[in-house]
């Protein structure tokens, strides 16, 4: 049945590309220059031609004007799909009534609660995605190693999804609970292959690895939705951590005995966050004096709400 769904979609993409360059030809010989001889599909229409299977029961449009471009795509190029397009009309917005919005900002977030009350923990880096799985709250079963087994058999089917979710490409580490029984591994992997034997994209699975890992390649179609939806963060670039407001505040400190060195100024002012100017007020009240009269200059202290935790000033008087 997949050979033949592959042969069918195959024979659309033919068929498409074929319309495609006839109608670039046609247009090339009858519009002088310049003129538009090719443009890409809409969004909605790259949806329709790329991801509709037989397995989508319905697709709702709430914009009249797409409702009606769609079904003239779908027409010419998708003509088994045509029934599935139906136009909404309801009050409510789509993302609203079927929680989309909400499914976005889980498939963001590094943590994926499972169910069972256990966890996913995705780390998405430029060289591989790590996914660790963890048992959490879930304790149930007669023993220990019958928790960690149903642990691991609910995690291959939320990794599955996570990963055609996230768009997730590239080398896949996955770090399932440790397993003992070589039955239960052997149960899971193949579970693993159930579940993203549903998956479009390229994906090879290997055996569980001495350290009890489990490799997954998948091959890079597009830029996954973290990189589409996101950019790194100004305050950490990407990094995802920052350093705490004592550190930023004893780099200060060295760079203002770094300045006194170098320059003779009247006095120095600290420009930095809240929370470093706190610290400076409280805890680090004592060795903001003790260098202002090592160095013999005085030293104030100026909150900037627009700065970052790692972000700061030191200037001149």
């Keep these: 049945m997949a050979e033949d769904a592959s042969e069918a979609d195959l024979t659309m993409d033919v068929a498409y590309l074929r319309k495609t360059w006839d109608h670039i030809l046609q247009e090339s010989k009858r519009q002088p220059a310049p003129a538009l001889l090719y443009q890409d599909l809409s969004l909605a229409q790259r949806v329709l031609r790329d991801f509709v299977s037989e397995e989508t029961a319905c697709i709702h449009i709430d914009s009249r004007e797409n409702f009606q471009k769609l079904n003239e795509f779908a027409q010419s190029y998708t003509p088994s799909v045509i029934s599935k397009l139906t136009h909404y009309t309801g009050e409510r917005p789509l993302f609203d009534l079927y929680g989309v919005e909400e499914e976005i900002e889980r498939a963001l977030g590094r943590r994926v609660d499972l169910k069972s009350g256990g966890y996913l923990i995705i780390e998405q880096t430029e060289a591989m995605t790590t996914i660790d799985v963890n048992t959490g709250s879930y304790v149930t079963g007669r023993n220990f190693d019958d928790t960690i087994f149903k642990t691991n058999l609910e995690a291959a089917h939320a990794i599955a999804r996570q990963l055609r979710l996230r768009n997730l490409g590239g080398i896949i580490i996955l770090d399932f609970i440790d397993m003992e029984n070589v039955e239960h591994r052997a149960a899971v992997l193949s579970e693993l292959h159930k579940a993203l034997a549903r998956d479009r994209t390229k994906t090879t699975i290997s055996d569980f690895s001495a350290l009890g890992l489990v490799e997954v390649t998948r091959k890079r179609t597009r830029e996954s939705l973290a990189n ?82 790692e972000q700061y000033d030191i200037i001149l008087m």
């Design 228 to 309: 589409v939806l996101c950019e790194p963060c100004p305050a950490c670039h990407g990094k995802g951590i920052v350093k705490t407001p004592r550190t930023i505040a004893y780099d200060i400190l060295r760079e203002l005995l770094r300045e006194a060195k170098q320059f003779n100024p009247r006095e120095f002012r600290i420009l930095a966050s809240q929370l470093v100017i706190d610290l400076f007020l409280e805890e680090e009240s004592q060795h903001l004096a003790m260098l202002g009269d090592f160095i013999g200059k005085p030293i104030s202290l100026q909150v900037e709400s627009s700065y970052h935790q």
